[in-house]
């Protein structure tokens, strides 16, 4: 008998149990085989095509009208995006009776192609994640005992008062989270503001900071120009500090498609990655010599007049200046003192580069977390404008971010010196969002203590120091002495012996999370009896995860997706806007919180809708182009995913949403920002940023006028002739305003009430958006003007970028030649240490007690702190042991044997006990670390400290529990990829 179902899902749809036994096995054992997966694996044709109708097991869930797989409940299929890295690859989840039971990876994205790494393809543990947090609990005696959600809200919000009255707003610090969607990432901003309050900040700051402030100054947006897809068109492509086959593993799918083309791929790493292993040219340099290395590169550039000189005299100023700095000072003998590689191949690199065109060059976090992390993501973005390789197709500055929201989070979420869109704090840019919220500019400035409204606040690479440091040195009137870690990994920052003082110091700990994370474990731990604050409450409450709501991410590439809500929140776990919500209404400011937004019912209790949210997003956040992207909009394009083309994410032909009638035609698959505009104006949403080739309203555009009009008689506006396709205005020109529409005669093309909302406003704060309609729509020209990219950024400590030694390090003779920054009285309201330690650790010869150079980075089977990830048995299974890599040569040197245990030893006087894996992957000067592992504190399991049943299943040595001082001079980047170690049989 056929094992067909009835589409009625009524009684009769099995002949036997036997049957409907054999069935639920089959569909388990294939739990992500679907009807057109089936054929397209086994290569069967239309021939068969009857037959595999009939073999349900292999069709999709919802094709069952009615019901579920025993005709009794009922069958869904919620489309979602995977919560690891910034890839932004979708999933199908099959939900039965509210129960998520499958996942299946979406064929038709056209970012993941249908493949999921293997974080990806057990997401349904994350749902439903047996060592999850349950209940709020609280810390009591050293044990957490559960509470209540009424005790928890009542005691932490009776506390914060406390704080505020006899310490300021600023004593409580924010740390939220890239795992938060952007409607949660802009509600906690929002949050923190009328807290009274900048002292906020996320993931960011410790993975790409430094990226997105030397991007940003050097061009105009802090993100990646292309995308994921776009390499497929790159002729080579040149990855420094990214081992993206395990940070994100699906975008090598794109590259590996593009060398089937002849792509040429460099790989630049300490380490001999997974990565490299694909490489068609593998360079070793050492940790923390980017700079060295990049301007050895412009030297062969240079000197062989391989750079694009139209291109540098039309669009980039400042380059003349950066050749004659990089030929004084980077000949290739200094090259390779420096970093180590002989002339020989990094002229074969710098020829590769010039002789395949266009190229891309890739950056992660091998890059970014330096003290010069700045400057060397500047010197990347040179690079690629020597070569005239930004703002066209194949080229670009392709940076992978790090968490699946940290783009969106860091774009309209809680930063310390900005506002949603990086809209800075001055006052103007308060009174815009004040007009949005609906609230007055006065309520909002009465909240923050005098003065503090318009300062930056501390960054989360330094609360640490926000309760260690001696008052007086603090640019705020009070210490730290309440955290809130909202969806944060304090294993993923640096200095862990002192974080855990600096807990134990506070006065208030607050962990808002589907796990309780390493926080409660160190919370937990006893540390040293004088740190111990005996008035400390500690308390974890159970966070939804983004399974368990809906709203939109931002992958890398600045594509937003929708998440459906797949299952409702499990156990008394909340959804974070509803814990917002929830606090605000204890804390008094609920209904200014949520004035613009409509309330639903989750479990009995009221939260914000986050459709909502976005629509508010959308009516504020011009800078960046968040305002096109409707929530109606992204929904069409996850319905419709099959639309989109994989290399140019452009809609194929005329596509219609048959849901809701809208139609696709034109737009880029999840209208990547920037997307201008009213939703109503349907910018398509744009690519590749900065593209003359292209008109504005089809994803077109130029540099960012966003540094003035001159620099000393020097004009710093695009040279006449450089302009997006089909502009009226073909010269350089600076951002729109009132007072420019009005000069070219254009005012009258505004309509009445455009006129009225437009009057002394730029196009960054014309709530009608009418200015940015009339510019792009009308004229074909860009709102934030037409100007040149700059290779000098003379309001960065080094104008153009240059290479400093890091503060612990194994070569006194270059910090001689390279030292570090003078130290700094105030930065980011704390003062921080540069030459002074270095000259320190240089004297008392730390180079000879810690001769090796310690780094860190990914493993493919887990993410971020790794609370989660190695929460997941199946995940866990793969990897259940920290480890330290080891060249053979100082392995032998240390009489340590592959596999056995040793202890890693650095100058804060941590020591880590670990696994040593014995590899030519590192040099003999290097060892690496992953920095996913937490549970383990020098030796010592954690177990006993996490509430019971909420450890991971794999535990072991955080690096960053052994990681020392240093932050780049910019962001406060905290630095992870050079520090010193030393190595010892255990």
């Known amino acids: 008998m056929l094992l067909t179902k009835k589409s009625s899902g009524g009684a009769g749809a099995y002949p036997s149990a036997f049957v409907h036994s054999l069935r639920r096995g089959l569909q388990h054992a294939l739990p992500t085989v679907d009807r057109r997966a089936f054929l397209r694996r086994s290569g069967l044709g239309l021939g068969v095509g009857l037959a595999a109708t009939q073999l349900s097991l292999v069709k999709k869930a919802q094709a069952a009208t009615g019901g579920s797989i025993d005709g009794t409940g009922k069958i869904e299929v919620k489309r979602t995006v995977c919560t690891h890295c910034s890839v932004g690859c979708a999933t199908d989840a099959v939900v039965e009776n509210g129960v998520w039971v499958r996942q299946e990876a979406v064929f038709d994205s056209p970012i993941n192609l249908g493949a999921h790494c293997a974080k990806g393809a057990a997401l349904r543990e994350h749902g439903h994640g047996e060592y999850r947090l349950r209940h709020p609990m609280k810390l009591v005696n050293g044990k957490y005992q559960r509470i209540s959600w009424d005790q928890a809200l009542d005691e932490i919000t009776a506390r914060m008062k406390e704080l505020r009255d006899a310490s300021g707003a600023d004593s409580v610090y924010f740390v939220g989270s890239s795992k938060h969607n952007n409607e949660q990432a802009y509600l906690l901003r929002k949050f923190v503001s009328f807290w009274g309050s900048n002292n906020c900040d996320h993931q960011a700051r410790i993975c790409h900071s430094t990226t997105v402030a030397g991007v940003a100054n050097t061009w105009g947006y802090g993100a990646m120009t292309n995308s994921y897809n776009d390499m497929q068109n790159s002729k080579v492509a040149l990855y420094i500090g990214s081992n993206a086959a395990e940070a994100h593993p699906v975008s090598m799918l794109h590259m590996l498609h593009a060398k089937e083309t002849g792509c040429k791929m460099i790989v630049v790493d300490p380490r001999f990655t997974r990565t490299a292993a694909k490489a068609d040219e593998y360079v070793r340099i050492r940790s923390g010599t980017d700079i060295p290395f990049l301007f050895g590169l412009l030297y062969h550039i240079f000197k062989n007049g391989w750079e694009d000189k139209q291109y540098i005299n039309d669009r980039v100023y400042g380059m003349d200046a950066v050749k004659a700095d990089v030929l004084a000072k980077w000949s290739p003998d200094k090259v390779e003192e420096a970093c180590g590689v002989k002339e020989d191949q990094m002229f074969k690199v710098a020829k590769m580069l010039h002789d395949n065109n266009p190229g891309t060059i890739v950056w992660c976090m091998g890059q970014t977390q330096h003290t010069i992390g700045n400057a060397m993501v500047r010197a990347s973005c040179i690079l690629q404008l020597a070569l005239g390789n930004v703002g066209k197709s194949g080229g670009g500055t392709n940076i992978f971010r790090g968490h699946d929201n940290v783009q969106g989070a860091t774009d309209v979420g809680p930063n310390p010196d900005s506002l949603p869109g990086y809209y800075g704090l001055a006052e103007g840019s308060w009174k815009h969002f004040a007009a949005t919220w609906g609230v007055d500019f006065d309520w909002i400035k009465g909240r923050y203590t005098e003065g503090n409204m318009t300062k930056p606040g501390l960054t989360v690479s330094r609360w640490i120091d926000g309760v260690l440091e001696n008052n ?450 590192v040099g003999p000067d290097t060892v690496f670390l992953p920095f996913h592992f937490s549970g383990r504190w020098q030796g010592q399991d954690m177990k006993a400290y996490y509430p019971d049943g909420a450890m991971p299943v794999v535990r072991g040595e955080a690096i960053n529990t052994a990681t020392t001082y240093g932050y780049d001079i910019v962001t406060m980047m905290q630095e992870t990829k050079t520090t010193i170690c030393n190595v010892e049989k255990a």
């Open 472 to 921: 007086e040195a603090i640019d705020q009137n009070s210490n730290l002495r309440g955290v809130f870690f909202w969806g944060h990994a304090p294993n993923s920052q640096t200095r862990g012996l002192e974080m855990k003082r600096a807990m134990d110091k506070l006065d208030l700990l607050v962990v808002v999370d589907p796990y309780p994370s390493a926080t409660a474990a160190m919370a937990a731990m006893p540390g040293k009896p004088e740190d111990l604050n005996p008035k400390r409450a500690v308390y974890l409450l159970p966070a939804a995860t983004q399974f368990e709501t809906s709203g939109s991410c931002t992958a890398s590439n600045r594509s937003l997706q929708w998440r459906e809500k797949v299952i409702e929140p499990l156990w008394e776990s909340r959804t974070d806007h509803m814990i917002m919500y929830q606090f605000a209404q204890k804390l008094g400011f609920d209904k200014e919180l949520v004035k613009n937004y409509k309330m639903q019912k989750v479990k009995g209790m009221d939260e914000p809708v986050p459709e909502d949210i976005l629509r508010e997003i959308n009516k504020c956040v011009w800078t960046i182009g968040y305002t096109g992207q409707s929530p109606e909009r992204l929904k069409a394009h996850m319905r419709n995913m099959q639309a989109f083309d994989v290399k140019t994410l452009k809609c194929k032909g005329t596509v219609v949403d048959k849901e809701t009638g809208y139609d696709m035609t034109g737009d880029y698959f999840g209208l990547p920002w920037p997307c201008y505009g009213t939703p109503e104006l349907k910018h398509p949403g744009t690519a590749n940023l900065y593209d003359t080739s292209r008109h504005v309203m089809d994803g077109g555009g130029n540099f960012r006028a966003n540094f003035g009009v001159e620099r000393e008689g020097v004009s710093l506006l695009a040279a006449d002739g450089s302009y997006s396709k089909g502009a009226d205005i073909t010269t350089g020109y600076p951002e729109l305003d009132h007072v420019l529409l009005k000069k070219l005669g254009w005012w009258d093309e505004l309509t009445e009430a455009e006129q009225k909302a437009a009057e002394g406003k730029n196009w960054k704060t014309d709530p009608s958006g009418g200015q940015i309609r009339v510019f792009m729509k009308n004229h074909g020209c860009h709102p934030f003007g037409n100007a040149k990219a700059r290779a000098v950024v003379w309001n960065f400590p080094d104008a153009i970028p240059q290479h400093r030694e890091p503060i612990y390090g194994t070569r006194p003779d270059l910090v001689a030649k390279y030292p570090s920054h003078d130290d700094q009285k105030n930065r980011w309201r704390l003062p921080i240490l540069y030459k002074s330690l270095q000259a320190k650790n240089v004297e008392n010869k730390l180079y000879e007690k810690f001769p090796l150079i310690m780094t860190s980075g990914r493993l493919v089977e887990y993410e971020g702190g790794g609370e989660e990830t190695r929460s997941n048995p199946w995940l866990a299974e793969l990897q259940q042991e920290m480890f330290v890599e080891l060249n053979p040569a100082a392995a032998v040197a240390r009489g340590i044997r592959n596999g056995e245990r040793v202890w890693v030893s650095t100058p804060t006087g941590a020591r880590l006990n670990v696994q040593a894996l014995v590899t030519e992957r």
